[in-house]
C-alpha cells in the first residue's frame, strides 16, 4: 500500500499508512467516539486486531487522527468501512484521503467494485459512489449485518464505487 501524503491543507509529517499494531487502541478510542453517537458501527478491539491489515490511519506527528478500512468481501467486491476522523481534524481532507487510499488499494489488487454502509451518503457521492440496493450485496448481508444488532431494519445507506 502506498504511502501518501494527505490533503494540500496537511503538514508535511502527516500520512496515511497501513495500520500497525501500536495502532488498535487509538483507532478502537476513535471508533468508539462515533459509534457512542449512532454514527458507525462499534468494533471490538478483538475484531481490530483481526483485521488490522484492512486498516490505513491517517499519521499527525505520530497520533492517529483517521482511520478507514477495506474489507475485501468477495472475488470482485470489497468495502469501505469505518472511516472515521477525529473531530479536531475534520474538514480538512483528511476522510476523502483515507477513502482515495482504500480505492487505490482496490484497484491494485483489481477489485472493481467497492460499497459502503454509511450515514454519510453525501460525503460518499462527492468521491464517485452512487446508490445501491441492499438486496444487492448479499454476501455483505448475510456474513457481517446479520450479526448487527440493527439488522434487518437497517437505517444505513448503500452505495457503490465501480473502477471503470
Request: charged share 20%.
Amino acid at each position: 500500500m502506498p504511502i501518501m501524503n494527505g490533503a494540500a491543507s496537511c503538514s508535511a509529517a502527516s500520512l496515511i499508512r497501513p495500520a500497525r499494531m501500536g495502532d488498535v487502541k487509538p483507532i478502537h478510542s476513535l471508533l468508539q467516539q462515533f459509534a457512542s453517537k449512532g454514527l458507525l458501527l462499534g468494533r471490538s478491539i478483538s475484531s481490530l486486531y483481526d483485521d488490522l491489515r484492512d486498516f490505513v490511519v491517517y499519521d499527525q506527528g505520530g497520533a492517529v487522527q483517521g482511520v478507514c478500512a477495506l474489507h475485501i468481501c468477495w472475488e470482485n467486491l470489497a468495502e469501505i468501512r469505518s472511516l472515521a476522523v477525529a473531530e479536531s481534524s475534520h474538514k480538512q481532507g483528511i476522510g476523502r484521503a483515507l477513502v482515495s487510499s482504500c480505492l487505490h488499494e482496490a484497484k491494485s489488487l483489481e477489485i472493481g467494485r467497492v460499497f459502503t454502509l454509511t450515514y454519510q451518503g453525501g460525503f460518499f457521492r462527492k468521491l464517485g459512489f452512487a446508490p445501491i440496493e441492499k438486496s444487492e450485496l448479499p454476501h455483505k448481508i448475510w456474513s457481517d449485518c446479520i450479526q448487527c444488532p440493527k439488522f434487518p431494519d437497517c437505517d444505513e445507506e448503500a452505495l457503490i464505487w465501480t473502477n471503470d
